[in-house]
């Protein structure tokens, strides 16, 4: 049984709650939903933090991982966020963003205003990069269509083009403190165009919408060159067999430890100046 938002990599409650205090009975009823039709586990994956201790308290196997989320720390522009990074790694993403857009335009386009041309372009990109490494994009194309037209102060899609012709997307939705970059997709390789339309950009976005985060996906120790800080991620999990149980919560001990010496070690190869520095 799995609770989490399809398809969807981002911390959130996974559950529906009117009072906080109604959580164990939930709880309860998602173990006995699992009990009843004998499944092997019940999964509640990326739990916002506000949440994990309910599970905790029910006593459901806590997993942590890590993610990397750009955090406004009082930035108004892209300026002066590259003013708290050290030297080098300024210039280089000076460098990296000039290479990755000479020659090409690059548009913010919101929800209402995208054109089911621009919709059409997106799309051949998403079935691009969904269909790598022996993926499936599961995502129709009237989907896109009507993601704008139901969400249009929530979407943005943002497009690079050469001679007015799109060759590279990257789809956003705009939460209510944080953007979520969600897909992307080139037909033309562009060295560090990646970079520059799903992070750089992305960060362009949050600072003229007052955005405090971005959360740019799953995974990427290379976020973190381009001032992205690995903060942890949980998931929840309900395992009835005992035995079974007692071997994840052994392998769930050995990782947290690692997790955590890896977060503590990611924190120091971080961008930004050293203090005193």
């Known amino acids: 049984l799995q609770i989490a938002v399809p398809f969807t990599p981002a911390p959130g409650p996974r559950l529906l709650l009117r009072e906080a ?11 006995a939903v699992t009990d009843q039709h004998g499944l092997s ?23 942590e991982g890590l993610q990397f989320h750009w955090q406004n720390q009082g930035y108004a522009t892209f300026d002066d966020f590259l003013e708290q990074l050290a030297s080098r790694k300024r210039k280089a993403i000076r460098k990296e963003r000039a290479g990755a857009v000479e020659g090409l335009t690059i548009r913010h386009i919101a929800g209402a205003d995208i054109t089911e041309a621009e919709w059409d372009a997106f799309w051949v990109f998403y079935q691009d ?16 269509s009507l993601l704008g037209q139901t ?37 033309e390789e562009v060295p ?14 949050a600072l ?6 971005v959360e740019a996906g799953a995974q990427g120790e290379h976020k973190l060159a381009r001032g992205y800080v690995p903060v942890p991620t949980w998931s929840a999990h309900y ?18 430890a690692s997790v955590e010496m890896d977060q503590a070690f990611l924190g120091t190869m971080t961008p930004f100046k050293k203090a005193g520095g």
């Open 129 to 144: 990069t969904g269909a790598r490494k022996w993926g499936q994009p599961y995502l129709t194309r009237a989907f896109f």
């Open 239 to 256: 395992i009835p067999d005992a035995g079974f149980r007692r071997a994840i919560g052994d392998f769930l001990e050995r990782e947290r």
């Open 208 to 213: 003229a919408r007052g955005l405090k985060t």
């Open 151 to 187: 969400m249009p102060d929530q979407v943005l899609l943002i497009l690079a083009e050469r001679d007015g012709r799109p060759i590279a997307g990257a789809l956003n939705l705009i939460g209510a403190d944080t953007l979520y970059g969600r897909y992307w997709g080139c037909t």
């Open 41 to 63: 586990s019940a999964h509640a994956t990326f739990v916002s933090p506000d949440q994990l201790p309910a599970f905790e308290a029910a006593g459901w196997l806590i997993r």
């Open 192 to 205: 560090f165009l990646h970079f520059e339309l799903c992070y750089y950009q992305a960060i362009d976005a």
């Open 21 to 31: 205090d109604q959580a164990p009975a939930l709880i309860a009823a998602i173990e």
